[in-house]
Nanobody, 124 residues
């Protein structure tokens, strides 16, 4: 049973930084795609960033490019989302997602494992 547990959320002022972690367990993740999505109040869940576990290739939404970086530590089975220069519009619940696949997807319906989310609040 694959489990994903997010941590690292919190309250930060605009311009600040946070690093989210997603601890993965329950499988060998070498063939997985891992992603971060976020959902703000009253809005649909949206793609933030994704990575292919084996190759480390990364993808990011235009809205976060240059500010957010996704990475993984294979020894710790953990995926990170480093978020710099945060803006109030980045306020959302951030979810970690995973899928055993050769590809990397940016649509939430492709991912079959999800964490419970961690709240990020950016004050102006």
């Amino acid at each position: 049973q694959v489990q994903l547990v997010e941590s690292g959320g919190g309250l930060v002022q605009a311009g600040g930084s946070l690093r989210l972690s997603c601890a993965a367990s329950g499988d060998t993740f070498s063939n997985y795609a891992m992603a971060w999505f976020r959902q703000a109040p009253g809005k649909e869940r949206e793609f933030v960033a994704a990575t292919k576990w084996s190759l480390g290739t990364t993808f990011a939404a235009d809205s976060v490019k240059g500010r957010f970086t996704i990475s993984r530590d294979r020894a710790k089975n953990t995926v990170y989302l480093q978020m710099n220069n945060l803006r109030p519009e980045d306020t959302a619940v951030y979810y970690c997602a995973a899928k055993n696949t050769v590809a990397v997807f940016i649509t939430q319906r492709e991912y079959n494992y999800w964490g419970r989310g961690t709240q990020v609040t950016v004050s102006s």
